[in-house]
């Protein structure tokens, strides 16, 4: 069954460090997505993405935050500077038009 | 704006008991409904889903019956077991479609003890 994949599975960074997040959608889905999980919390959206441009994005999105698809087969999630309330455990996921959503193994943020 | 309301957890039964969890919701039209579910240290994973009124969803034991009268999407399971022990979440997607993601609600955690 197709998945999608993320990398790094963990990744602990220093307060003010710019990080990448990187996924691997299912290679024939149209939509992507960043959502994120704060420790014990619900899983919140941040971002979609669609026709190489950002579709919808919440108030959790700011300026500090970007995605891109670098290439035909990635989808980045970048954080500028990172903050302590950062640390959450961060989702990918694809869509085939918002019926039938993937969701990778997500990659936990510690930022320490 | 849409949005998803659970029970809260958490949840203890006993090895063989019947579960309900609860999930109801709030959108404008007909969204499609979906239960995830996350074990420990894992990420989430599609469990069963829902795309119309009166339909069921179902997978390993589980059920969840799409009612708009009620707008409601319980999960029921009649007979549950140790290794069922993990976070639920109900979530629907946007009637529209396409881009929106994902509304989750909080998850509810259930503990099956033998």
């Known amino acids: 069954e197709p998945e999608v994949t993320q990398t790094p599975s963990h990744q602990v960074t220093q307060m003010g460090q710019e990080v990448i997040l990187r996924c691997v959608p299912i290679s024939n889905h149209l939509y992507f997505y960043w959502y994120r999980q704060i420790l014990g919390q619900k899983v919140e959206f941040l971002v979609s993405f669609y026709n190489n441009e950002i579709s919808e994005k919440s108030e959790i999105f700011d300026d500090q935050f970007s995605v891109e698809r670098p290439d035909g087969s990635n989808f980045t999630l970048k954080i500028r500077s990172t903050k302590l309330e950062d640390s959450a455990m961060y989702f990918c996921?694809?869509?085939?038009?918002?019926?039938?959503?993937?969701f990778g193994s997500g990659t936990r943020l510690t930022v320490v | 704006g849409n949005s998803v309301t659970q029970m809260e957890g958490p949840v203890t039964l006993s090895e063989e008991a019947f579960l309900t969890i609860n999930c109801t919701y709030t959108a404008t039209g007909y969204p499609s409904l979906f239960w995830y579910v996350q074990y420990p240290g894992e990420g989430l994973q599609l469990l069963l889903k829902a795309t119309k009124a009166d339909d069921k969803g179902s997978n390993k034991g589980f059920e969840a019956t799409y009612r708009k009268e009620t707008t409601s999407f319980h999960l029921e399971k009649g007979s549950v077991q140790v290794s069922d022990s993990a976070v639920y979440f109900c979530a629907l997607s946007d009637p529209r479609g396409g881009a929106d993601g994902l509304t989750f609600g909080k998850g509810t955690h259930l503990i099956i003890q033998p």
């Open positions: 996921a694809s869509s085939d038009r918002g019926r039938g959503y993937t």
